[in-house]
Structure formats: structure tokens, C-alpha cells
């Protein structure tokens, strides 16, 4: 019998029971004091009426644009489209309005005292895995877990929780993180756990985890496969959560880091240079209702247990079943049952990585588009505080802005065509005088101006917070690269958006007629494609440019100018694809000095260390993952050992008889793998009678 163990502490059960749509709200739990509810009201009000303000400007401007004459239908729902668009964009350049002020606050008063001392609460360190690099995964938990044993011994262990369903994927985590496991330090245990059934997905890949281990910790960090913490600021969110009892979930702001493509840079510095000033501007007005964005944050793990196990919707996929986009609901969960939820933007030291490309952007959003119009059936759920719906409805409008703005594109060509084949009614009224068709083309221009200057009001604003403080201007490489590097971004976000706008409108176009976006693992690092998939990929998006391009210079020359940063990104969405997941190109613009971030700049130990690990691994990998399940007898007891949670029901499972049949049919490893599909692969690899068995099968075909 093998001798190995289980890669799990005892069991520690915690009853979480499951969440209805609708419930009454909670008392609350927290009290923030007077001075930050003071300013958490005085942020909404400062962000409501400027909000309405500057909306109601340019309404009432495109209006004026439009009454000279006579509105037509067609007019009115241009001015509906626009006044939708224009409110989403003026919310957002208010938002960093706030954030820019609160910045240049803390530069002055500096920043929140950070505790020095460990924290009293155990904490688990939860990282839900599928279908990921371990390599890359354990590199990371390697260098966090080190940093943690030295400076909070006994208050922090990590749980690699596992919901990997390809069986090449699972044998080479396993491979992997047995032996990370075997040499961690007892200071900070590492633990793996794999679900043999992935029921709900990461939500219930984490709830799994609640039910059997969560009485044990008061406190759950939860990041992604790609995420990266240093000790102190784990630490730091440990001694937060303890100091303040109402405190259901503490949400740090991550950047991203390790980009190495075109668009994974692009992401990186609009990240690290614009999402600073975005961030503080929500945590202004969210006060302790704020939000959950999935992962690098901390969670108080009765409060979690007890308020916020999903609710299973009504109906079918995409609208019905499991809820896809947990972190929102969870955080609305908590909020109802009292709890108070945070955003605190002074941690530093938080990271995640991004979408090599653009391809692997629309893969990630088709999942994220169909969980949060999802949340339209929490939109009016009973109980949820004001600030919970309004984030429900901005991560609507996060998809739905995108058919809004194509709507209003097509909505205004087709008044272009309407303009050029009508003849003019000049005298439609009884009137001595006739009736000119005409419009301010001077108010447009104006708008025009004033609707650009909304649209880019958070990209000045963050490079004029980071020109103000030279310490942080220097980071980035001084005011003329950054510089360079804001007007980089900003030419390279105007050509892919209209890529991204036709793709998230195809999207929820999508989702509303019932498509189901399933469960696609994220690619990292490498995002390159071929140009061929490129054009393949992008076909529809070239010939709606390159037609609403020829339209526009049909009918007028300046019409086809105005419409050339939309067409022209459409036009060139197959390069400009093909170039996005290109690392070449993008290292070549770091070396020039150009989208470097901080972190690039002058690299944080916990970066540092992680990057060191994967240049020179401290685990061994394996070429054929089955092979070594074969030959080592190690890797194979461990294996085995971790099959404790897959139980029989006694039903016919046909992929285990044809696993079965396959394993003694087979004569060699290599041949097995190519027979064996992926569900038989898995039945062999959850089945222990068959594990056992593969030692022996492989002496009788040596």
C-alpha cells in the first residue's frame, strides 16, 4: 500500500447555506467614522452633480444641434443613444476627477499608517487553479509562502484548490506541486486539493473549499492563478480585517505586471498609469459598500459562510443556472447581511497579470459579458443597498456601452444617407419663408471637442498626477517618456477600440439570444497568432470598415475623416490583432523605454523572486505526465493518495470500461495516450484499482 498522505489538513466543517435572490436587508455591522462618512457623501454628491451636470451640457448641445429645423425619428433616437453615451463617459471622467483630487491629497498629508506587528488571525491563502502553468503557479505560491513563514510564522497557509479537467493538465499540477508541497516550510504549509466534479465553477470550487476547511481560519485571501502579494501586504490585509470586526471583505487594487506583448503592455501601463487615479475615485464614494473583484482581497470566512453562498437562478443558461460573475453577488450578499465591504488603494504590491491579446481579451470577455448581464435578475433583488445595484448596473453597462456606441455610429450614418438621397422639403409648412435643412455646424464642432475632451479626461488627469509628483513621473522614466508612453497608449487604445466594440456588441448580441459561453481557461504569457487565424478572426470586422468606410466617402469627404478613427481600426483589425500578442514588439518598446511601468523600472522583491523561480525552476517537470505517473512510484502513491474524495456511486460509468479496456489493450504509454480521450483519461486517473494497475501494465510491456 502506498505510504504517502494526504496533501490536506484535517477537516474543519463550516455550514454555509445557500443565499435566495430576494431577502431582507441586514443590520449593519461596521460603523465607519464620522470624518470618512462625511467624505464617502460628500464623493457621491460632488460625483452626482457633475455627473448631471456635464450631461445635461451635452444634451442639451446635441439638441441645439439638431432643432434647427424640424426632429425626425430617426433624430430622436440619435439623442437617446447619445445621451446614454455621454452620461457613461461623463460618470467616468467624474469618477477620476475625485480620484485625481484624493491622489493629490495623499501627496500632500501622505498615506495610512501601515501595522508592523503579525496578525492575530489565521489566514488561508486560497488559489483556485484550471487548467494552468503549475510551473508559473508555483513559482508564485513558492515565493509568497517564503515571505510569509519569515515574517508571520503559523498565521498563514496556502490551499491550491484544483478544478483542472483535461488530464495532462491535472497529472502535470500534480507533478508539479507535490513536490513544492513536500519542501515547504511548516511555518507556511502549502496544501492542493483537486474536485473530481466542478460544480459551479470557481465559486464552487471556493464554497467546496468553505464547507470542509473554513472553521479552522478566520480569514480567506483569495487570488487567481496569476496573482502575486508580498508577505507585508498580505500581512497588512490580515491586520485590517482583525481591526475591525464589521468588516466582511477587503478589496486591494492589483496592477499588472509581466506583460510582454504589444497589448499585454498596453494593458500593463493603462493599468498602472490611469487605474490609480479610477481607483481611488470609486473607493471616494463606495465607503464601505464597495465591491469584490474576485481575487486579491481578503475575506472574513464565517461572514462569507454565513451570507453568501450563490443563490442557483431560475431557468436556463445564459440567464439561468449557476451564477457565472460571482464577486459581485458575493459582495452584494455580504453588504445585505450587514457586513461592511472595502476598497483600500494604499496596498501596494498587489498584482495580477493580463491577456497576452487581443483574441484572448474577447475569449475572456464573452464569460465576463454573459455573467454580469446575468446580474440584470439581481438588479432589483430586495435588500441590496444602493451603492451594490449601482455596481450590478455598471458592470451592465460595462457591455452593453459597446451596442450603445455601435448603435449610435450606425444610427448616425444612416441620418449621413438619410441627408444625402432626400430631397429637401423647403416649404413643408405654410410659411413665406422656406425652411433651410440645415444644423450648427459650429455647436457640433464645439460638442465634438467637448466630448473628445471627456473621453481622454482621465488619461490627462493621470499624467498630470504624475508630472505634479517628480518622484512618481521618474518611476514611469521621466516627463518625456512618459509622455511619449501616454500618447502611445492612447493612439493604440483608439485603434483597437473599435475592434473591441464590434466584438463585446457581437457578444451580447450573443448572450441575449441564448448563447452559453462555458468554461474557457484563460491563456497566459504567450499570445502570439498567426496572421491567417488573424484574418480569419477578424474577417467581419474588416469588411463592416472597409463598407462603412466606402459609404462615408460616397457621400461626403469630410464624413469619411470624421468616421476614419472607427473605420480605420476596423480596416486593420487583422494586423492590429496579429500584432497584439506579438512579445517581440512589445519588448522592443520597453527597451525604447516606452509603456515601462514602475515595477519595470526598479522590480519589488516579491516580483523578483517569482521571476527568479521560473528562470531557474525549483521543481521538475516532465515531458509525458503519464509516463511519470508510471514510472515513478513517489509520484504515483502521492497521486493515489489525493483519491480519497472520489467515491462511487455505483452507477455505469463507461469511460471508466473504456479506460479499462484501452490500459490492456495498449502497449506502450505513448500509444495509450494517443487512445485514451479525455473523459476515459480521467475516469483512469480518479480510479485507483487502475492506478495500481499501471505499474504492472507497464513491466509487462517494457
Given at each position: 500500500m502506498p505510504n504517502a498522505q494526504r496533501a490536506l489538513p484535517s477537516e474543519t466543517p463550516?455550514?454555509?447555506?445557500?443565499?435566495?435572490?430576494?431577502?431582507?436587508?441586514?443590520?449593519?455591522?461596521?460603523?465607519?467614522?464620522?470624518?470618512?462618512?462625511?467624505?464617502?457623501?460628500?464623493?457621491?454628491?460632488?460625483?452626482?452633480?457633475?455627473?448631471?451636470?456635464?450631461?445635461?451640457?451635452?444634451?442639451?448641445?446635441?439638441?441645439?444641434?439638431?432643432?434647427?429645423?424640424s426632429i425626425t425619428p430617426l433624430q430622436w433616437a440619435f439623442l437617446v443613444l447619445f445621451s446614454l453615451n455621454f452620461a457613461w463617459v461623463s460618470f467616468a471622467?467624474?469618477?477620476?476627477?475625485?480620484?485625481?483630487?484624493?491622489?493629490?491629497?495623499?501627496?500632500?498629508?501622505?498615506?495610512?499608517?501601515?501595522?508592523?506587528?503579525?496578525?492575530?488571525?489565521?489566514?488561508?491563502?486560497?488559489?483556485?487553479?484550471?487548467?494552468?502553468?503549475?510551473?508559473?503557479?508555483?513559482?508564485?505560491?513558492?515565493?509568497?509562502?517564503?515571505?510569509?513563514?519569515?515574517?508571520?510564522?503559523?498565521?498563514?497557509?496556502?490551499?491550491?484548490?484544483?478544478?483542472?479537467?483535461?488530464?495532462?493538465?491535472?497529472?502535470?499540477e500534480e507533478h508539479v506541486f507535490y513536490q513544492l508541497i513536500a519542501r515547504a516550510d511548516e511555518n507556511c504549509p502549502i496544501y492542493y486539493r483537486h474536485r473530481h466534479q466542478n460544480t459551479e465553477r470557481k465559486a464552487g470550487n471556493i464554497s467546496d473549499w468553505v464547507k470542509r476547511w473554513g472553521g479552522a481560519y478566520e480569514a480567506m485571501l483569495v487570488l487567481d492563478a496569476d496573482s502575486i502579494m508580498s508577505a507585508d501586504t498580505m500581512i497588512e490585509m490580515a491586520r485590517r480585517m482583525e481591526a475591525d470586526e464589521g468588516l466582511g471583505l477587503l478589496q486591494s487594487l492589483?496592477?499588472?505586471?509581466?506583460?510582454?506583448?504589444?497589448?499585454?503592455?498596453?494593458?500593463?501601463?493603462?493599468?498602472?498609469?490611469?487605474?490609480?487615479?479610477?481607483?481611488?475615485?470609486?473607493?471616494?464614494?463606495?465607503?464601505?459598500?464597495?465591491?469584490?473583484?474576485?481575487?486579491?482581497?481578503?475575506?472574513?470566512?464565517?461572514?462569507?459562510?454565513?451570507?453568501?453562498?450563490?443563490?442557483?437562478?431560475?431557468?436556463?443558461?445564459?440567464?439561468?443556472?449557476?451564477?457565472?460573475?460571482?464577486?459581485f453577488i458575493e459582495a452584494a450578499l455580504l453588504r445585505r447581511a450587514g457586513w461592511s465591504v472595502r476598497f483600500d488603494t494604499d496596498l501596494n504590491e498587489t498584482y495580477e497579470e493580463a491577456p497576452p491579446s487581443v483574441s484572448d481579451v474577447i475569449t475572456r470577455d464573452r464569460r465576463w459579458c454573459q455573467g454580469n448581464l446575468q446580474h440584470i435578475k439581481f438588479l432589483f433583488a430586495r435588500g441590496l443597498a444602493f451603492t451594490t445595484r449601482m455596481h450590478i448596473f455598471s458592470g451592465i453597462m460595462a457591455y452593453m456601452s459597446a451596442l450603445f456606441w455601435f448603435l449610435l455610429l450606425t444610427v448616425g450614418l444612416m441620418l449621413a444617407v438619410q441627408a444625402s438621397f432626400t430631397r429637401p422639403e423647403y416649404f413643408a409648412r405654410p410659411s413665406l419663408f422656406p425652411?433651410?435643412?440645415?444644423?450648427?455646424?459650429?455647436?457640433?464642432?464645439?460638442?465634438?471637442?467637448?466630448?473628445?475632451?471627456?473621453?481622454?479626461?482621465?488619461?490627462?488627469l493621470a499624467w498630470a498626477?504624475?508630472?505634479?509628483?517628480?518622484?512618481?513621473?521618474?518611476?514611469y522614466g521621466g516627463p518625456i517618456l512618459l509622455t511619449l508612453s501616454v500618447l502611445t497608449e492612447v493612439l493604440l487604445s483608439a485603434l483597437y477600440a473599435p475592434i473591441m466594440m464590434m466584438a463585446q456588441t457581437r457578444i451580447v448580441w450573443?448572450?441575449?439570444?441564448?448563447?452559453?459561453?462555458?468554461?474557457?481557461?484563460?491563456?497566459?504569457?504567450?499570445?502570439?497568432?498567426?496572421?491567417?487565424?488573424?484574418?480569419?478572426?477578424?474577417?467581419?470586422?474588416?469588411?463592416?470598415?472597409?463598407?462603412?468606410s466606402g459609404v462615408a466617402f460616397y457621400l461626403h469627404k469630410d464624413l469619411f475623416l470624421w468616421l476614419l478613427p472607427v473605420t480605420g481600426g476596423l480596416m486593420l483589425s487583422a494586423p492590429l490583432s496579429w500584432l497584439s500578442g506579438r512579445a517581440d514588439v512589445g519588448l522592443a518598446l520597453r527597451w525604447l523605454g516606452i509603456l515601462r511601468t514602475p515595477e519595470e523600472k526598479r522590480r519589488p522583491p516579491i516580483l523578483d523572486g517569482v521571476i527568479k523561480r521560473l528562470d531557474t525552476p525549483t521543481v521538475r517537470e516532465v515531458a509525458s505526465p503519464l509516463a511519470a505517473l508510471a514510472a515513478e512510484d513517489?509520484?504515483?502513491?502521492?497521486?493515489?493518495?489525493?483519491?480519497?474524495?472520489?467515491?462511487?456511486?455505483?452507477?455505469?460509468?463507461?469511460?471508466?470500461?473504456l479506460a479499462r479496456a484501452k490500459l490492456e489493450r495498449a502497449k506502450t504509454v505513448s500509444e495509450l495516450e494517443r487512445w485514451l480521450s479525455d473523459k476515459e483519461a480521467m475516469a483512469l486517473l480518479n480510479s485507483t484499482n487502475l492506478v495500481d494497475a499501471v505499474p504492472g501494465w507497464v513491466k509487462a510491456h517494457a
Amino acid at each position: 500500500m502506498p505510504n504517502a498522505q494526504r496533501a490536506l489538513p484535517s477537516e474543519t466543517p463550516l455550514d454555509m447555506p445557500r443565499q435566495s435572490v430576494h431577502a431582507p436587508r441586514g443590520k449593519s455591522r461596521g460603523r465607519m467614522k464620522p470624518f470618512r462618512l462625511v467624505g464617502t457623501w460628500l464623493a457621491r454628491l460632488l460625483l452626482l452633480a457633475g455627473t448631471v451636470a456635464i450631461t445635461a451640457f451635452g444634451v442639451r448641445e446635441m439638441y441645439e444641434v439638431m432643432s434647427t429645423g424640424s426632429i425626425t425619428p430617426l433624430q430622436w433616437a440619435f439623442l437617446v443613444l447619445f445621451s446614454l453615451n455621454f452620461a457613461w463617459v461623463s460618470f467616468a471622467a467624474c469618477q477620476a476627477a475625485l480620484g485625481f483630487l484624493l491622489i493629490m491629497k495623499r501627496d500632500i498629508f501622505g498615506r495610512r499608517h501601515i501595522h508592523e506587528n503579525p496578525p492575530g488571525i489565521n489566514t488561508a491563502v486560497l488559489v483556485p487553479v484550471y487548467n494552468e502553468d503549475p510551473v508559473r503557479v508555483g513559482a508564485a505560491i513558492d515565493a509568497m509562502a517564503e515571505g510569509l513563514a519569515e515574517k508571520a510564522p503559523g498565521k498563514f497557509c496556502f490551499f491550491i484548490l484544483s478544478d483542472s479537467n483535461r488530464p495532462e493538465a491535472w497529472l502535470r499540477e500534480e507533478h508539479v506541486f507535490y513536490q513544492l508541497i513536500a519542501r515547504a516550510d511548516e511555518n507556511c504549509p502549502i496544501y492542493y486539493r483537486h474536485r473530481h466534479q466542478n460544480t459551479e465553477r470557481k465559486a464552487g470550487n471556493i464554497s467546496d473549499w468553505v464547507k470542509r476547511w473554513g472553521g479552522a481560519y478566520e480569514a480567506m485571501l483569495v487570488l487567481d492563478a496569476d496573482s502575486i502579494m508580498s508577505a507585508d501586504t498580505m500581512i497588512e490585509m490580515a491586520r485590517r480585517m482583525e481591526a475591525d470586526e464589521g468588516l466582511g471583505l477587503l478589496q486591494s487594487l492589483p496592477s499588472i505586471v509581466m506583460g510582454e506583448s504589444l497589448y499585454a503592455r498596453l494593458q500593463q501601463f493603462a493599468n498602472r498609469g490611469y487605474g490609480l487615479i479610477f481607483g481611488n475615485g470609486l473607493s471616494a464614494w463606495h465607503g464601505n459598500g464597495s465591491n469584490f473583484w474576485g481575487h486579491n482581497a481578503i475575506i472574513r470566512t464565517r461572514a462569507f459562510a454565513s451570507a453568501a453562498h450563490l443563490p442557483i437562478l431560475k431557468g436556463n443558461a445564459p440567464f439561468g443556472g449557476h451564477v457565472i460573475s460571482h464577486d459581485f453577488i458575493e459582495a452584494a450578499l455580504l453588504r445585505r447581511a450587514g457586513w461592511s465591504v472595502r476598497f483600500d488603494t494604499d496596498l501596494n504590491e498587489t498584482y495580477e497579470e493580463a491577456p497576452p491579446s487581443v483574441s484572448d481579451v474577447i475569449t475572456r470577455d464573452r464569460r465576463w459579458c454573459q455573467g454580469n448581464l446575468q446580474h440584470i435578475k439581481f438588479l432589483f433583488a430586495r435588500g441590496l443597498a444602493f451603492t451594490t445595484r449601482m455596481h450590478i448596473f455598471s458592470g451592465i453597462m460595462a457591455y452593453m456601452s459597446a451596442l450603445f456606441w455601435f448603435l449610435l455610429l450606425t444610427v448616425g450614418l444612416m441620418l449621413a444617407v438619410q441627408a444625402s438621397f432626400t430631397r429637401p422639403e423647403y416649404f413643408a409648412r405654410p410659411s413665406l419663408f422656406p425652411t433651410w435643412p440645415v444644423f450648427d455646424s459650429v455647436r457640433a464642432v464645439q460638442l465634438f471637442i467637448l466630448s473628445m475632451g471627456i473621453v481622454l479626461a482621465p488619461k490627462i488627469l493621470a499624467w498630470a498626477s504624475a508630472m505634479i509628483n517628480l518622484r512618481r513621473c521618474f518611476r514611469y522614466g521621466g516627463p518625456i517618456l512618459l509622455t511619449l508612453s501616454v500618447l502611445t497608449e492612447v493612439l493604440l487604445s483608439a485603434l483597437y477600440a473599435p475592434i473591441m466594440m464590434m466584438a463585446q456588441t457581437r457578444i451580447v448580441w450573443e448572450v441575449i439570444t441564448g448563447g452559453d459561453s462555458g468554461w474557457q481557461p484563460q491563456r497566459r504569457g504567450d499570445g502570439s497568432i498567426g496572421f491567417i487565424t488573424a484574418l480569419k478572426a477578424h474577417r467581419w470586422h474588416t469588411v463592416v470598415g472597409f463598407a462603412a468606410s466606402g459609404v462615408a466617402f460616397y457621400l461626403h469627404k469630410d464624413l469619411f475623416l470624421w468616421l476614419l478613427p472607427v473605420t480605420g481600426g476596423l480596416m486593420l483589425s487583422a494586423p492590429l490583432s496579429w500584432l497584439s500578442g506579438r512579445a517581440d514588439v512589445g519588448l522592443a518598446l520597453r527597451w525604447l523605454g516606452i509603456l515601462r511601468t514602475p515595477e519595470e523600472k526598479r522590480r519589488p522583491p516579491i516580483l523578483d523572486g517569482v521571476i527568479k523561480r521560473l528562470d531557474t525552476p525549483t521543481v521538475r517537470e516532465v515531458a509525458s505526465p503519464l509516463a511519470a505517473l508510471a514510472a515513478e512510484d513517489e509520484f504515483r502513491d502521492w497521486h493515489r493518495a489525493q483519491l480519497a474524495d472520489v467515491k462511487s456511486n455505483g452507477e455505469f460509468d463507461a469511460h471508466l470500461v473504456l479506460a479499462r479496456a484501452k490500459l490492456e489493450r495498449a502497449k506502450t504509454v505513448s500509444e495509450l495516450e494517443r487512445w485514451l480521450s479525455d473523459k476515459e483519461a480521467m475516469a483512469l486517473l480518479n480510479s485507483t484499482n487502475l492506478v495500481d494497475a499501471v505499474p504492472g501494465w507497464v513491466k509487462a510491456h517494457a
